[in-house]
């Protein structure tokens, strides 16, 4: 079993939609959650972090931890087609860092 | 301010070549990371620095050589690649005692 599950998609949407990206997770020490927005051919960019359980929003997104689920959400409101891009989780224990294997986001104009 | 600069950004180079590849960043990170990414995949560990000592190395082959001259500064030495290292090179910091970690653009490697 993998230390972190991530669907690949591709997402397709229009744009105004509600996107929503989820990761699920196996190892219950994990403690900081990230969420990285990459386009293509560039480097990931570090979008949002949570410690521990709880919500977090910045403008259009909210990033979800539920640590008894053992399940991570990014949502973004109002998606516009400069959000397409693959979104990769990631979460760490300190001790090691786990990407998710990214999902591609494509927000239709 | 959260950048991680890397140059080159795009290299080809030949199997005989010996190239380096640089990151630089001004944020007092003490942690620097190099990652490999091919396409569709995530990022993939090759070297942890820790106030400027290799202290993690997955397993990395010999002709990739990474050095840390300071603080703020990383290196990456190639030579005598092979055509499936051709991938997008990645250099990242973080802070010690946070353990979120920033990238540079990467830097896009092609091995004929």
């Known amino acids: 079993q993998k230390e972190v599950e991530q669907d690949p998609g591709p997402l397709s949407v229009p744009e105004g939609a509600i996107v929503s990206l989820n990761c699920t997770y196996s190892?219950?020490?994990?403690?900081?959650f990230m969420w990285y927005r990459q386009y293509s051919r560039k480097g990931p960019e570090l979008l949002m972090y949570t410690y521990s359980s709880g919500n977090k929003e910045d403008g259009r997104f909210t990033a979800q931890v539920d640590k008894s689920s053992k399940y991570i959400s990014l949502f973004i409101r109002d998606s516009q087609p400069s959000d397409s891009a693959t979104y990769l989780c990631a979460m760490t224990n300190f001790n090691k860092f786990y990407f998710g294997s990214g999902t591609k986001l494509n927000v239709k104009p | 301010d959260t950048e991680v600069t890397q140059t080159p950004k795009h290299l080809v180079m030949g199997m005989t070549n010996k190239k380096s590849l640089k990151c630089e960043q001004h944020m007092g990170h003490r942690a620097m990371y190099w990652y490999k990414q091919k396409a569709k995949k995530p990022p993939e560990l090759m070297f942890v620095?820790?106030?400027?000592?290799?202290?993690i190395n997955e397993s990395v082959p010999s002709r990739f050589s990474p050095e840390c001259p300071n603080s703020s500064l990383l290196n990456l030495h190639l030579h005598a690649l092979q055509p499936e290292d051709s991938a997008l090179y990645l250099c990242?910091?973080?802070?010690?005692?946070?353990?979120?970690?920033?990238f540079g653009p990467g830097t896009r490697l092609t091995v004929l």
């Open positions: 190892n219950s020490a994990f403690q900081y």
């Open positions: 990242a910091s973080s802070q010690s005692d946070l353990p979120l970690k920033y």
């Open positions: 620095y820790s106030y400027e000592k290799l202290s």
